[in-house]
């Protein structure tokens, strides 16, 4: 089980649209969501910045459907 306050620290990221979503998603639906979805929520946050804006402006396709649906959920 990894530590909310950890999760925190790792979602601030220095830009302020990477801190918006990813605190969103984390304040909002982390802990309603299930095992894998909060696994895949932690590999998010293991990218490095670059890759994690890509992904999160849709410039680059994820490449597993966990993250694919992540990625839904966090722009909605």
């Given at each position: 089980?990894?530590?909310?306050?950890?999760?925190?620290?790792?979602c601030?990221?220095?830009?302020?649209e990477l801190?918006?979503?990813?605190?969103r998603?984390?304040?909002?639906?982390y802990e309603?969501?299930?095992?894998a979805?909060?696994a895949?929520?932690?590999?998010l946050?293991?990218?490095?910045?670059?890759?994690?804006i890509?992904?999160?402006?849709?410039?680059v396709?994820?490449?597993?459907?966990?993250?694919?649906?992540?990625?839904?959920k966090m722009?909605?």
């Amino acid at each position: 089980m990894i530590n909310f306050a950890k999760l925190h620290w790792q979602c601030r990221r220095g830009t302020q649209e990477l801190d918006l979503l990813l605190l969103r998603y984390l304040d909002t639906q982390y802990e309603l969501a299930d095992k894998a979805e909060q696994a895949s929520f932690i590999e998010l946050l293991a990218l490095e910045d670059d890759v994690l804006i890509d992904l999160l402006l849709n410039n680059v396709v994820a490449e597993s459907i966990a993250m694919k649906a992540l990625l839904r959920k966090m722009h909605t």
